[in-house]
């Protein structure tokens, strides 16, 4: 049996066939394809992969699940995908430490990876996109994870430019569905395909800029994480954000 059907994944021949059945809405500026090196990432840290996994091609879904396997086994791989289907998740726990109840024995019980470590704190990935991130197993060195005030000042810039975009996307959501229901309501209007361009160049903004401040949150979360700050201040903003990203989808 190969890895394909192994982990259920479609073959090339039933992907085709999908592909061809599949009914989309026109997209005048389709999205790139993702690069190598993102689909790496995507393996490595399986929440950014759950993060966008409905916008990615069946492709690039596959070649995501591949690498997945290789990285951390054809079990985390194929849980992955159930999580597809229902439970995804993308948050990070940074619980400190230490903690010499969490061992590796523990990990592997819950269904964790090892998916990075330095001398002081180890980040455990699960197939649901969860992280958890601390100094597990052993004692920490004294001192070693001590979060700064610049370090809280970059979490709170952050918080507040997050939360004044948000504000502004959620406006320009109610200028869409105004236009949407004027069209609806004028549907012989000449003026109709203008309105149709300008609420995708409203979406795929929105869609842009929203990947790109998921994005930025899940970099500050590895490089603030390592210094035992608390990151839940960022935990709305990032809903928030899914939930502009699943309003554009529906869209």
């Avoid at 159930?82 to 969490?102: K, V």
Wanted: glycine residues 6%.
């Amino acid at each position: 049996m190969s890895l394909l059907a192994k982990l259920g994944l479609p073959t090339p021949v039933e992907r085709a066939i999908a592909a061809a059945k599949a009914v989309s809405k026109p997209r005048p500026k389709p999205r790139r394809a993702l690069s190598e090196s993102e689909m790496r990432e995507m393996a490595h840290w399986p929440g950014e992969a759950h993060r966008v996994w409905k916008r990615l091609t069946l492709d690039e879904q596959t070649a995501v699940t591949l690498q997945m396997a290789a990285e951390h086994g054809e079990v985390f791989a194929r849980k992955f995908l159930e999580y597809t289907r229902s439970g995804a998740r993308s948050d990070w726990s940074t619980l400190g430490g230490p903690f010499p109840e969490y061992t590796l024995d523990w990990f592997k019980a819950h269904g964790y990876e090892l998916a990075q470590k330095d001398a002081v704190n180890q980040w455990w990935v699960h197939p649901s996109g969860h992280v958890m991130v601390g100094q597990f197993g052993v004692a920490a060195p004294s001192g070693a994870c001590t979060p700064t005030r610049e370090d809280q000042q970059v979490l709170d810039a952050t918080v507040h430019k997050l939360t004044v975009w948000i504000a502004e996307a959620n406006k320009q959501k109610e200028q869409i569905v105004v236009i949407q229901q004027f069209r609806e309501a004028n549907a012989s209007d000449s003026n109709g395909d203008a309105f149709a361009d300008l609420c995708l160049d409203v979406l795929l903004d929105l869609d842009e800029t929203v990947a790109k401040h998921l994005a930025e949150i899940a970099a500050l979360k590895k490089e603030l994480s390592a210094r035992c700050l608390d990151l839940t201040p960022l935990a709305g903003p990032a809903a928030q954000l899914e939930a502009v990203s699943a309003w554009v989808l529906q869209q």
